[in-house]
């Protein structure tokens, strides 16, 4: 169902970034097995940190602190976003169909149409939940499926609930992109697939921020696993949940890898979020490569604004495109 939008033009300007100043590499290990907990010191936030954040060497970032005004790497450019465009989706499902506390929301019954589309979208090359005609999903679990294992085909039956058509929801996505000043943002399937969806590390910032609005998007992102009727247990693809960054990853040949996420730091003594944005992270086709890239950037911009050097070990499932 791709096929047709894959064959658009992919948006011609994509900028490689050179950072002002290098920061040193944080250690990575990625492996099968579960992460060990990281115990960092507690992250200390100066005043002027706009000037001190060192941005990806390559590809472009956001961040912002607690309260404070979002700062966006220099000269930044339309790029896929890959599966970060599930933020977004996300965000629509939740305004359509508010949740709090341990709700679970509407319920769907897995079509016999929606089943074998999830094989079609393997085909693709996307990232896919298993279902099976007949099975009951709460709201909930979707999002949970769309958001933890990434389900291209789980975003369709989102879509197909929320608003009857894929054109309508696009609409609405691209609609709410500009009510949210996300100037440099084109949404052209919900999922992320097709590389003509293309975004800034700056405006998907806005989204992601507007989406952690929800407690329940929260929760979700934060979730390391999650065990759904089906599909059974399956893991989140963000190789830093173990460090605490929670959030949504993006990754396939054209976008590197991707990361909107969100931690904790003491901004003068007291602890705030600080929230970033990846773009364009590694090259290449490893998944795992790219998202460890992404992962390797975020900890970079945190910790050059947080003062001193903290090590994360990373481990994992092998992953897929998320």
Known sequence: MYGPRRRRALLAAIALLIALTLFPAASY????????EITTPPLEVGPAYGSAVRWPQQGQGALVLGNRRPQVSPHEQPLPIASVAKVMTAN????????????????????????????QDAADGGSVVAVRAGEQLTE???????????????????????AGSESRFLEEMNAEAHTL???????????????????????QLKVFQQAMRSPVFRSVVSMPSVTLPV???????????????????GSDSAAGGCLAFFTHVSLGGRRQTAVGVVLGQGQGSDTSAVLAAAGEAAVRMVGSV?????????????????
């Open 29 to 36: 290990r990625l492996s099968e097995t579960p992460a060990a």
């Open 92 to 119: 629509l499902v939740l305004k359509h169909y508010p949740l709090s506390g341990v709700q679970q929301g509407f319920t769907i019954t897995v079509t016999q149409a929606q089943a074998q589309a999830e094989a």
């Open 140 to 162: 909930r679990q979707l999002l949970e499926a769309l958001l933890i294992p990434s389900g291209n085909n789980i975003a369709d039956i989102l879509v197909s609930r929320v």
């Open 181 to 203: 000043g996300m100037d440099r943002t084109l949404y052209t399937d919900p999922s992320g697939l097709d590389p003509s969806t293309v975004s800034t590390a700056g405006d």
């Open 231 to 249: 599909a059974g247990t399956v893991r989140n693809f963000n190789p830093l949940s173990s460090a605490g960054y929670a959030g949504k990853t």
């Open 306 to 322: 947080a003062g001193g050097p903290h090590r994360h070990e990373l481990a994992g499932p092998p992953l897929r495109r998320g």
